[in-house]
């Protein structure tokens, strides 16, 4: 299950700590990935914010995360489980909003768990058409996900509120590196920040402040450990007006220098 996709349109299963290889801010701090994700627990509990809301999950619960949707996944001690990743393309038979499903019976169980086996084997086997055979079976993945998300309640009412910091969280994924300030969000979204922030935080748990230096700070870390690219470079990318006041908020966010972050993932 270790081995490296042999393509980039090919689905890839990982287990939720092969996720977090570089640090539990992979999945603690808010962002968006290019990729679906479905995630798989089977062991331990945590919380999530998707979909505009905070939740609690629990051992057999499935989170679908579609690409391009901020969310924040905090797992508790001794919380296992798989995570899929699925290309954009790799299959159409996939929810087009986050689900979070709670998995009551032992077939369904049996059955989700079963498809990201065969995946898995098929990574270690590496045969010819691997990727054509795992993401078949992630199309079987998908359908799965379709049958539960129609037969089980996984969506929230709809309100004014919910609305208002899914859009926010929109928000966040296309222009959290605008050097937007809060104020500047509440604005365009025709609210003043005091609402913004009080309705983030009923909602979320985290402050309108939190989720979009959050989001900054998670694409400033993935963007020091895990590419060359010039600090410099890297702030002026992140809406930064200088890479002095780019360094000093990784220090702020994370108690070391850009550098020094770098550094320690050599």
Known sequence: MASAPASPFQSHLQTLAQLTARGAWQVTLPHDRSHHLLVWITRGQGTCILDGAREGFGAHNALFLPARHLFILEPGRGCLGQALSIPAGATTLLPDK??????????????????????????????????EAVNATANLVGIWLLRKSATLSSTLPETPARRLVCKYLNRLVTDFDSGDSVAMHAAALGVTPEHLTRTCKTATGKTASELLSGRIEHAARSLICGTKRPIGVIASDLGFASIQSFSRFVRQQTGQSPRDLRRATK
């Open 98 to 131: 986050p689900q979070h499903l709670r998995i009551r019976d032992t077939s369904s169980q049996a059955e989700l768990t079963g498809l990201l086996d065969a995946i898995g084997q098929e990574q270690l086997a590496n045969r010819p058409y691997v990727t």
